[in-house]
């Protein structure tokens, strides 16, 4: 959970990022040497990509196995006090089971 934590953070502060850089580039296209600049920035442009992507597979791993832990033992629990109620339980109108395992 804490992992997935981090990398929501991390796919979070990519778009400042993206926006800041961005403008660089824009400041860029008004200087001499234009070909040399503009590599820099656009290997730094793939290397955000590459870290958001890190970021989003991290966050979305991590946050979906946490979910699905929480939801298994949910579902343990709910079985457990079914099964430990008495028979008459049942009977009750809107205890039927239908209605419970819904």
Known sequence: LLLGA???GAAGVS???YSVLFSE???VFYKAN???VVWKWCLLFVALGALN???VLTKTYCLSRAGERLTARLRRLLFRALVRQDIGFFDAPG???GALCA
């Open 6 to 8: 981090i990398g929501a």
């Open 15 to 17: 778009y400042p990022i």
């Open 25 to 27: 580039v824009v400041t």
């Open 34 to 36: 234009l070909r040399q």
């Open 53 to 55: 992507f890190a970021a």
């Open 95 to 97: 205890n039927e089971s």
